[in-house]
């Protein structure tokens, strides 16, 4: 079985070195590990806590028992409520199975896997290819191939330049924010999805890798030009830290990549003293489960994260012990808030340790394990749910804000920091 070295829970009760990866995805697989900077990370590396080795294994983030109690809502019927929440997903005897007969009558494993998948209304199962698999694993250590580009869709189904990375091709070709794109390579991207236009700039074909030239046509003002990229390795920076006047700390979490846990600890330790931080998960689709642990332990001193279940065995996350658990925090969270960063968002918002303030979350909170295909190809399908530390299911819900705000959320939550006495 593929497997990441990031993984970190290893629940006790698996067997013959069974693995079990929980896979938080934002988007749908076609988008996953595309490379042109798409909200600051290959669009859909959004999320895996992997599991792979011994049994009875457990990382310090992680426990395999479940507080009794734990992982329902209270005065519910956790049988029936439960199957009936319970998400649809494929068979993973017949996925293995489509594939086995499509490599018998030498045709693609992973479309017939692909084709049960669809058929079984599971939303977010997707198949990898051996290569997209390596990709994919690879974007949630923060790497990816690009052009460096974030791209928006904007009035009349055209797509605009959002953000243009200062060391990437593209910054270097002139191409500028604000830019039209109107082709690449060819193909005209009017009325396109930005993870259509995502996986243009990537390159459909698997030899579109680092070196391999991208044509771009853009507009600005009303003039048009063509730049040939190539495109690069290119890193992700997942975190980043600004100082407001009043001692107030904005960190920002773009995306729960290797590392960035720990990076959120380290800018807490650095925060002025008594003042007050801003997590802003804005726009932050997911990530590495024992990355989003880690940064909620930032602020919690050990206790329970959250809850999933694995068709029906239930399991816990907790926070590693001694986080700041004084300092007034404020979660800054809107609609592309999901599935890892969801996690902590529920969990530092049940456990009355963070205001949110904000709009509704987007609501991914299912469970996906990863099953091996004759061909090395690798099935992600829907095994479970995850909930918050007070019970809340938060898939297809979402996390309601403490404030609702839609604009300038930022200033009001700069209030409410001030009025926690975190700043002025």
Not at 193 to 207: H, K, Q, T, Y
Not at 211 to 225: C, D, F, H, S, Y
Not at 379 to 404: F, K, M, Q, W
């Amino acid at each position: 079985m593929p497997g990441s070295p990031v993984s970190c829970l290893r629940p006790r009760d698996l067997r013959r070195g069974a693995v079990l990866t929980l896979v938080f995805l934002g988007v749908i697989g076609t988008a996953a590990a595309t490379g042109c900077w798409e909200r600051e990370e290959p669009l859909g590396a959004v999320g895996a806590v992997g599991v792979a080795g011994a049994a009875g294994s457990v990382a310090p983030s992680a426990r395999a028992s479940v507080p009794a109690g734990a992982g329902t809502a209270a005065g519910t019927d956790s049988t029936a409520a439960e199957r009936a929440a319970r998400p649809r997903t494929a068979d993973r005897a017949a996925v293995a199975r489509a594939a086995a007969e499509a490599m018998a009558d030498g045709k693609s494993a992973k479309e017939a896997a692909a084709e049960v998948v669809s058929r079984s209304g599971d939303r977010w199962g997707v198949v990898y290819d051996p290569a997209e698999y390596a990709e994919f694993e690879e974007s949630l250590h923060g790497g990816y191939t690009g052009v460096g580009l974030r791209v928006a869709p904007a009035r009349g189904g055209r797509i605009t330049v959002a953000r243009v990375r200062p060391d990437g091709p593209a910054a270097r070709a002139g191409i500028r924010a604000g830019d039209r794109l109107d082709t690449v390579d060819g193909h005209r991207v009017t009325g396109a999805s930005p993870a259509e236009v995502v996986a243009l700039l990537r390159g459909a074909e698997r030899s579109a890798g680092v070196g391999t030239p991208v044509v771009l046509v853009t507009e600005r003002a009303g003039r048009t030009r063509t730049d040939t990229l190539r495109r690069e390795r290119l890193r992700t920076e997942a975190v980043t830290v600004r100082r407001l006047s009043g001692g107030v700390t904005v960190i920002r979490v773009a995306s729960f990549t290797k590392g960035s846990g720990e990076l959120v600890r380290e800018a807490v330790r650095s925060a002025p003293a008594g003042g007050g931080v801003m997590l802003d998960l804005r726009g932050n689709r997911g990530g590495l489960v024992s990355e989003a642990v880690a940064a909620a332990s930032a602020f919690l001193d050990g206790g329970l994260v959250a809850t999933y279940d694995v068709r029906g065995a239930q399991r816990a996350l907790y926070a590693q012990r001694g986080g700041d658990t004084g300092r007034p925090l404020v979660a800054l969270v809107d609609g592309g808030t999901m599935s890892a960063a969801e996690l902590v968002t529920g969990a530092l918002k049940d456990r009355g340790r963070a205001v949110t303030v904000g709009t509704r979350t987007f609501g991914k909170g299912s469970v996906q394990m990863p099953t091996e295909l004759p061909d090395g190809s690798v099935a992600e399908l829907t095994v479970g749910l995850y909930r918050t530390p007070e019970g809340h299911s938060v898939d297809g819900r979402g996390i309601v804000p403490d404030l609702a705000v839609g604009e300038r959320a930022e200033e009001r939550a700069r209030a409410v920091l001030g009025g926690l006495g975190g700043g002025s």
